[in-house]
């Protein structure tokens, strides 16, 4: 059961980057910003793309600590097995992604004299690393206002609580940093 919860965590999340048009909307907003400024950008593209893959890349090594985690939380030696494997499999398969794509970053583009992009995907990444550490948040302490709290529920709620408000304070560190820098 909670392998096809951490499976469907994982096709939710996926499916949240498909459906939402983040690409295309982030894209058009940093054009129209450049516009503004009257200085455009000819690697905005690829500077997208490439922010893009390496967002998703670093959401799903998250989501694979969370199950690497909850795997040793759970009982059975056969389930945190298993869960520990598709945690490795998916953190590796993530970083993959990530570490590509943070290497083509460095190599193809010019990042240091126009970090417009940097910052707004720093800012996605503060803001959904925020969203889901406040909702696993707020439903640990619904859970503990209940009754009977589910013990699996709550343990997957702890984790995630702490992996992803971890995750939100280094995210946020890193765009504080960066937004200072320029």
Same mark, same amino acid.
């Given at each position: 059961?909670?392998?096809?919860?951490?499976?469907?965590?994982?096709?939710?999340?996926?499916?949240?980057?498909?459906? %939402?048009?983040?690409?295309?909307?982030?894209?058009?907003?940093?054009?129209? /910003?450049?516009? /503004?400024? #009257?200085?455009?950008?000819?690697?905005?593209? &690829?500077?997208?793309?490439?922010?893009?893959?390496?967002?998703? #890349? &670093?959401?799903?090594?998250?989501? =694979? %600590?969370?199950?690497?985690?909850?795997?040793? &939380?759970?009982?059975?030696?056969?389930?945190?097995?298993?869960?520990?494997?598709?945690?490795?499999?998916?953190?590796?398969?993530?970083?993959?992604?990530?570490?590509?794509? /943070?290497?083509?970053?460095?190599?193809?583009?010019?990042?240091?004299?126009?970090?417009?992009?940097?910052?707004?995907? =720093?800012?996605?990444?503060?803001?959904?690393?925020?969203?889901?550490? @406040?909702?696993?948040?707020?439903? $640990? $302490? %619904? @859970?503990?206002?209940?009754?009977?709290?589910?013990?699996?529920?709550?343990?997957?709620?702890?984790?995630? @609580?702490?992996?992803?408000? $971890?995750?939100?304070?280094?995210?946020?560190?890193? &765009?504080?940093?960066?937004?200072?820098?320029?």
């Amino acid at each position: 059961m909670m392998m096809e919860m951490f499976g469907g965590m994982f096709a939710m999340m996926l499916l949240a980057y498909s459906i %939402v048009p983040l690409f295309p909307f982030m894209y058009v907003l940093l054009r129209w /910003r450049q516009a /503004r400024e #009257g200085t455009p950008d000819p690697q905005l593209g &690829l500077k997208m793309a490439l922010y893009y893959f390496a967002t998703i #890349g &670093l959401h799903v090594m998250l989501i =694979a %600590v969370v199950a690497g985690l909850y795997s040793l &939380l759970i009982d059975g030696p056969r389930a945190s097995e298993g869960l520990m494997r598709v945690g490795l499999g998916m953190f590796a398969g993530g970083g993959i992604v990530h570490g590509v794509h /943070r290497v083509l970053i460095a190599r193809l583009t010019a990042v240091d004299s126009r970090s417009n992009v940097a910052r707004a995907f =720093a800012g996605l990444n503060v803001v959904l690393c925020g969203l889901i550490g @406040m909702g696993a948040l707020i439903a $640990t $302490t %619904v @859970m503990l206002a209940q009754e009977y709290v589910p013990e699996d529920a709550f343990k997957i709620a702890m984790v995630m @609580m702490g992996v992803y408000l $971890t995750a939100w304070g280094l995210q946020a560190r890193a &765009l504080i940093r960066m937004s200072a820098a320029t």
